[in-house]
């Protein structure tokens, strides 16, 4: 089995606004948040700026489901875009909630072509009404 290393790619926070409620259809109660962040890295730094999807189970189980969609402006005035979706258990609420995603990246930005080759995975908390990733480049430990 091949042996992987993670290389540290940035840090998104964010404040979790008042949504959109859709409601309940298909067993699902769906809300839509705008999202709203910061970008902090030494290869990725910028705003980011989007819609996130957020489905839970209205039955037993307390699955959560988030699906992303958005645009990171880097500093330097790069457009990237950013889709990503990740899974929890929120059987006991939301807050101290961790769960995990796998962000995907699409630029044309010449500085940031090598986004569209990289898988990267991340890491989310929730306190309170804030937010926080932790994204990190998947690579060959060697």
Known sequence: MAELRLI???????????PNVVGKGAGLVQENYPVLA????????GKMQGQCYYDWMSGPGGI???????????????????RYEARADISNGFDGVVAYSAPVFT????????????QTVGRVTIQGNHIYWDWYQVAEAG
Do not use: M, Q
């Open 107 to 118: 630029t044309s930005h010449s500085g940031y072509l090598w986004l569209n080759l990289i």
């Open 64 to 82: 959560g489901t988030v699906r992303v969609v958005a645009n990171i402006h880097t500093d330097d005035g790069a457009s990237i875009n950013v």
């Open 38 to 45: 910061s970008v902090d890295g030494e290869r990725l730094n």
């Open 8 to 18: 540290p790619l940035c840090t998104t926070a964010g404040e979790i606004k008042k």
